[in-house]
């Protein structure tokens, strides 16, 4: 069971996973709001790497396995790039959407949820099954990253970048193969 205490919680320990990759873009992206009971906590910064760096969890449990705040955090993003992306002309008409892989690829996350009766799923509670969780990550979660896109638009640009690098990628190895 772990503790973890970061000064400047979550975006602090962002920061700190991140000390030694080169970043993507400046600014943090913070929220922590709560609706429905449930306090939804997010942070995430994207880096150079190849791979996504996530960590969730659930009334300070940890959840290897995700749940249903992951794919509902994971859903929302991949929306709200999509959409931001489209809005801005960043992807023509002709573009396909970016894919999930796409949007997580060199992303480091973390998801904390707090809910009155969390269920969780396998002995080790490595899974959060709450249903009810989804659709209240996913509503915090895009209605603050898309005013996080539109107010910094300078991260945005370097977040879409990478996302839009890991897309080409994907496709040419694709076309390889």
């Known amino acids: 069971h772990y503790q973890f205490y970061f ?3 979550i975006a602090s320990y962002v ?30 910064q994207y880096t150079d790497d190849y791979s996504e760096s996530l960590h969730a969890f659930a009334n300070n449990i940890t959840n290897p396995e995700g749940g249903m705040h992951v794919a509902g955090f ?15 002309g960043i992807l023509k008409e002709k573009d ?12 480091t996350v973390i998801i904390s949820v707090k809910i009155p009766e969390p269920q969780f799923e396998g002995q080790t509670k490595s899974k959060l099954g709450n249903q009810e969780v989804k659709p209240v990550v996913e509503a915090i979660f895009s209605d603050a990253f898309t005013i996080f896109l539109e107010e910094h638009p300078r991260d945005a640009e370097g977040i879409l970048g990478k996302c839009l690098l890991a897309a080409k990628a994907r496709n040419a190895s694709r076309i390889a193969r």
């Open 7 to 9: 000064e400047g919680g």
């Open 15 to 44: 920061r700190h996973i991140n000390k030694n990759r080169e970043l993507k873009h400046e600014n943090i992206f913070y929220v922590e709001k709560q609706a429905d009971k449930i306090n939804v906590e997010i942070a995430l």
């Open 74 to 88: 994971r859903g929302a993003l991949t929306l709200t790039l999509n959409t931001y992306s489209r809005n801005k």
């Open 96 to 107: 396909a959407n970016l894919g999930g892989e796409d949007v997580r690829e060199g992303l």
